[in-house]
């Protein structure tokens, strides 16, 4: 009896610890494609994609045609919410995301941390290929750009 609980307890482990690495896997893809598409990097966020469909949803939507690329002298860092996954019934993963930019504007130098930030709300698709999981679609949306009090 103890042997049969001990393996129910291991294969419950081993469940978990799947689904944990396989959405660990699938976040790691969209924060690296969220991140490239970010700094401007196409080449290197195509990296991460599969299909037309999202090289034209990058190249339609760069980050300096969201904003006015002269209020960013200087990036400070990236943070992201991921604000839901669901799995469709195609078996590809629907990621709700925010990203948070901050960075420094001329003239403001904050050392650490931004004096600004740039928030956007992404829409992501990815699929598990052959070479792992892919980006299948994103759509960027600005939301918002503030200013970052200081204590």
């Known amino acids: 009896m103890k042997k049969l609980v001990l393996l129910a307890l291991l294969a419950a482990g081993v469940w978990f610890g799947y689904g944990f690495f396989a959405r660990m896997q699938q976040e790691s893809c969209y924060r690296k494609l969220a991140d490239a598409w970010a700094m401007g990097r196409t080449d290197e966020a195509l990296l991460y994609t599969e299909g ?86 994103f759509t960027p949306t600005f939301i918002d750009f503030q200013r970052i009090p200081r204590r």
């Open 52 to 137: 037309e469909t999202v090289r034209q949803s990058l190249e339609k939507n760069p980050l300096r045609g969201l904003v006015d690329a002269r209020m960013i002298e200087a990036w400070r860092g990236v943070n992201y919410t991921i604000e839901s996954t669901s799995k469709g019934e195609d078996g590809d993963i629907a990621i709700e995301a925010k990203q948070r930019l901050s960075f420094d504007p001329p003239g403001i130098t904050s050392g650490i941390g931004g004096a600004m930030c740039l928030s956007f709300h992404h829409s992501a698709k990815l699929r598990h290929t052959s070479n792992g999981w892919k980006v299948v679609a």
